[in-house]
């Protein structure tokens, strides 16, 4: 009789950035790259190394591994593959996944060969925090997981995450300089700011700006509730007429600034004065009114 058992595992969970760019221009040959990755690069070192290849969904991978050590260090040399990979395809095909790790406790469900609970879900967020063609780890990870000298971990420091009550904190797998291998090559222009959240209702809410877009506009882009004035609309009561201006900084960079909103403009939790201008990191949390977005580089 099947059975489900409980135990201390390292999980990784990757996500493949800009699939739905991908599959819109090139699907057949999109998921045709994704399933020769997967079986020259990501299933060889994962079952090397002693891990479980638990599934692959579409865009993402789930596995398990008894040791957090080799768990980043499968990551990297996923990444360090996927780079070679990536120099034979087209750069408009090029497969940049995001990895996250975790060390927390997991249900193993024999019956349907699957992983739940909460590491699960925490190695889920905390990908969502990587670069693509990047890896994030957890606190747990970093304190007992240790690099050889080409690698080093940095603080990426705490983060608010979707459903995660207390902060994440993250710490980045970074190639030295003086390394002597492949860099992990995060992309040098992140092309789509995207934002995914939910209203108090439930209704998920979702939206894209492109860098390009933003670049061109002097005076930022503006959101709001009046469809005349803003150039995104969220139709939430909690928004004001015109709520956040959102701008492109220094290098690339995303910025947020509240123009006088009458129920305020918060990131990761902590209210922006009208008029300050602030950056929004990968995986930041931004509330405008009642409304919570996630923030996605891509």
């Keep these: ?108 469900d024999e019956a349907v060969h699957d992983i739940f609970g909460d590491g699960v879900n925490l190695a889920e967020r905390i990908q969502v925090l990587a670069e693509p063609g990047g890896i994030a780890v957890s606190r747990a990870v970093r304190d007992v997981a240790k690099l050889h000298d080409d ?4 603080d990426d420091g705490e983060h608010r995450a979707k459903h995660v009550s207390r902060p994440l904190h993250i ?25 995914h ?17 933003l670049v061109k506009r002097d005076q930022g882009v503006l959101i709001g509730r009046d469809s005349t004035q803003c150039d995104l609309v969220l139709a939430n009561e909690s928004v004001s007429r015109r709520h956040a201006r959102l701008s492109m900084g220094t290098n690339n960079t995303l910025q947020i600034e509240d123009v006088g909103s009458t129920n305020g403009t918060a990131i ?3 209210p922006i004065a009208p008029g300050l201008i602030l950056p929004l990191e990968p995986g930041s949390m931004l509330r405008l009114g009642d409304i919570e977005l996630v923030v996605r580089y891509d």
């Design 268 to 270: 990761n939790g902590t």
């Design 151 to 154: 690698y080093a971990y940095v």
């Design 1 to 108: 009789m099947a059975r489900s058992e409980r135990r201390l595992s390292a999980i990784l969970h990757a996500d493949l950035a800009g699939f739905v760019r991908l599959v819109q221009r090139e699907e057949d040959l999109t998921f045709e790259h994704l399933r020769a990755a997967r079986d020259k690069i990501w299933r060889p070192a994962i079952e090397g190394a002693g891990g479980m290849l638990v599934h692959t969904t579409g865009d993402s991978i789930l596995a398990e591994f008894s040791s957090p050590a080799a768990a980043v260090q499968v990551a990297i040399d996923i990444q360090e593959g996927m780079a070679r990979f990536n120099e034979e395809l087209d750069e408009n095909q090029r497969l940049l996944f995001r990895i996250g790790i975790h060390l927390g406790e997991i249900i193993f």
């Design 171 to 195: 710490y980045k797998v970074r190639a030295r300089m003086t390394a002597i291998t492949v860099q992990i090559r995060p992309a040098s222009l992140r092309k789509v700011f995207h934002f």
């Design 197 to 213: 959240g939910v209203d108090p209702g439930g209704h998920k809410i979702g939206f894209g700006v492109e860098v390009d877009d």
